[in-house]
């Protein structure tokens, strides 16, 4: 609703007006997920000059109050001043195109001068308590504390803080320039303190260092040097056998959809793009740990991320400083020149060799390609079928010599070797006896020795186990807690035993 009364000449009216807009909505904030807010107005044109006061009331905490003039004519001079709060959910539409989603509220104190082509901000802007989440890269930042102070031509930033969720915090000072026309210049420095990065599939990182980020804002570069000091990259146990890429093609698009699907895929003449130019030097002298499907190694070097954010080059790589491969009860350790490297994105390739000897034969194991999904293969020299060098791998024997369950053996290390344990005959047999670990294991003699065991409860398990030359044993291990635990076994043949025993991950 609205009340307007105009009087004097047509050439020149003087116009009052109060205006009350109770559940307001436009595509804009419905676009922005933003629920009907409140709207009132009052002010007065008069000689070419608008004078408003204004108020704003919402959900999410939407509160803002304010006013001023603006002149209709000429270089249009602005006088304005706004208070109140304003939820990061105003941002929404264009935060998500970012990938980026924000919860918060920020509390705004604001004059705006000068003109509308070039306008005069002064003032602050400060949030306590929000949360910014990066869909696309896997990470959140909470409590996310800053305040941004304007000096009408730059955006200050003095204070900016968060704890990431995966762990350590971030921080970051510095300067944004606010002139259109200067393009938004920015020079930004960010600090992670004990930062840890989860990409969700393969890698855990912690982080510290400074990096910068200088230019302007839509084509700034991101420089720097970052110091991991504990990675984990984890190879898969198992992988989807059922999942495959789904092409998916729009039938009878219309027009304006096929207009912008050739206008995301393509930049149009002149056209600049926004993107981020990196130039990153990562260093990890030791503590890039790889893990999974037997592997367990150490590695460390140097590696550097340029090209863009949204094609990043990467070079270097890690070399070896120890580890081992287990297969079965054979153990094998790596050579000092195996290393991994990236295939000029940020995912890791591996090239690590393992050799053992068996006899006057000599047993290579490689493991090589992306993490995601390394081939593991056998050889040896002299040169023997893959079968056949793993017989002699695991078993120091020919594959025709080996028993019935030293081949299901062989098999179910095959089978966790390329990633297919559910497959698995040995993980077949506990689903189906209910227990939490089933083991068949031969000894240098050749006798058989089956166990079985089970969690009683979170502190007891419990293990049966027969064959071999001990007989039928029964043993029972009771968790004390940090580390201590007490161990005591019963066999067949009336012997006992009882033992104190302290475990430590390191």
């Known amino acids: 609703s609205a009340n307007v009364k105009a009087t004097g000449a047509l050439s020149a009216p003087s116009v009052d007006f109060k205006i009350d807009w109770k559940n307001a909505a436009t595509s804009q904030t419905k676009g922005a997920g933003l629920s009907p807010f409140s709207i009132g107005a ?31 004519t000429g270089n249009r001079a602005m006088d304005m001043r706004f208070t109140g709060n304003l939820p990061f959910a105003v941002l929404g539409a264009p935060l998500a195109q970012q990938g980026l989603v924000a919860d918060g509220v920020a509390t705004v104190n604001l004059q705006i001068g000068g003109t509308a082509a070039a306008p005069v901000i002064n003032g602050t802007v400060s949030t306590n308590g929000a949360k910014l989440v990066d869909v696309r890269r896997n990470m959140a930042v909470n409590n996310l504390t800053a305040t941004v102070t304007f000096n009408g031509s730059q955006a200050v930033i003095s204070r900016l803080t968060g704890n990431l969720g995966g762990g350590g915090t971030i921080s970051a000072s510095g300067t944004i320039g606010i002139q259109p026309a200067g393009g938004f210049p920015a020079d930004i420095s960010i600090k992670l303190d004990k930062a840890v990065y989860v990409d969700g599939t393969l890698v855990v990182s912690t982080v510290n260092g400074t990096v910068g980020l ?123 020149k195996s290393r991994i490297t990236f295939a000029g994105d940020m995912t890791p390739a591996l090239d ?106 979170d502190r007891t398990y419990f293990e049966l186990q027969q064959g071999g030359s001990a007989g039928a044993k029964a043993v029972i291990n009771l968790d004390v807690g940090r580390g201590v635990k007490l161990r005591g076994g019963a066999g067949g043949n009336g012997e006992g035993e009882a033992g104190i025993v302290y475990e430590r991950e390191y």
């Open 42 to 72: 009052s002010g007065k044109l008069a000689g070419n000059k608008l004078t408003v006061d204004t108020s704003l009331a919402g959900d999410a905490g939407m509160s803002l109050k304010g006013g001023g003039s603006v002149v209709i």
């Open 352 to 457: 690590m060799e393992a050799t053992s000897a068996s006899g006057s034969t000599t047993l290579t194991v490689d493991v090589a390609g992306l993490a995601t999904d390394p081939a593991i293969t056998f050889s040896s020299s002299p040169e023997l079928p893959q079968d056949e060098v793993l017989a002699q791998l695991i078993f120091g024997q020919s594959m025709s010599k080996l028993s019935p369950v030293q081949i299901a053996q062989l098999a179910d290390a095959v089978s966790q070797l390329a990633g297919n344990r559910s497959t698995s005959l040995f993980e077949g047999l506990r689903n189906q006896l209910g227990v939490d670990d089933f083991d068949v294991s031969t000894d240098s003699k050749g006798q058989t020795s089956v166990s079985v065991g089970r969690y009683l409860n």
């Open 214 to 336: 200088r230019g302007p804002i839509t084509n700034a570069t991101l420089s720097g040097k970052l110091r991991l000091d504990k990675t984990s990259i984890t190879v898969p146990e198992k992988l989807p056998t059922s999942l495959r890429e789904i092409d998916i093609r729009h039938k009878n698009a219309p027009r304006a959809v096929l207009a912008q699907l050739r206008d995301d895929g393509e930049q149009k003449p002149g056209e600049k793009s926004s993107v981020i130019t990196l130039d990153l030097e990562i260093d990890a002298p030791s503590h890039i740990f790889v893990r999974g499907r037997g592997i367990d190694a150490e590695l460390g070097g140097l590696v550097t991320i340029r090209g863009t954010a949204a094609a990043p080059i990467v070079t270097g790589g890690f070399t070896m400083r120890r580890g081992r491969m287990t297969i079965l009860n054979r153990r094998l350790d790596f050579s000092d």
